[in-house]
């Protein structure tokens, strides 16, 4: 279950990695979203990255970002999976690029450390982190 060009249920795009759970269970990570599969591969569940990161955002800014627009690039860059069956996500969106001599530009680069059940259902947001070039801020 691999391509596509927007979020679709069973389609991952761009993926980044790959976990086995509880009754082998398949999670796969990618650019907007990660997946869940039942151990032939059929689709079970969607966690929908670019809903987490525009609710954070209107939280912690008060103000709609478009994570899932043609700009949009929120993904999973580590997943993992404790003994739990918990999902840990290091998710990573630059945001919206702004455009200097031609050339893209992402003065902000934001992480977000979460954790999921494994149903896919947000349990905590463990650490933000946001590096604006050369100063790195952290929230807990």
């Known amino acids: 279950p691999v391509g596509g060009v927007k979020l679709q249920n069973g389609i991952v795009f761009g993926p980044t990695q790959i ?9 796969m990570a990618g ?14 569940k969607t966690f929908d ?9 209107m939280k912690q800014w008060g ?17 993992t999976i404790d003994s739990s069956g ?6 990573r969106d630059d945001g ?5 001599g031609g050339y893209y530009v992402y003065d902000k680069k934001r992480y977000k450390l979460v954790k999921l059940d494994r149903n896919l259902r947000v349990l905590n947001l ?6 604006n070039r050369d ?6």
């Open 19 to 27: 976990e086995i759970g509880f009754n082998d269970s398949i999670y």
């Open 96 to 100: 919206v690029p702004s455009i200097v």
């Open 49 to 57: 990255i670019c809903d987490f990161i525009e609710d954070l955002e």
């Open 86 to 91: 918990n999902l840990y996500l290091w998710v």
């Open 126 to 131: 463990l650490i933000k982190l946001v590096l």
């Open 31 to 44: 650019k907007f979203s990660v997946q869940k599969f039942n151990s032939d591969g059929g689709w079970l």
């Open 135 to 140: 100063i790195a801020s952290v929230f807990l």
């Open 63 to 79: 103000r709609p970002y478009n994570c899932n627009g043609w700009n949009g690039n929120g993904y999973v860059s580590q997943m």
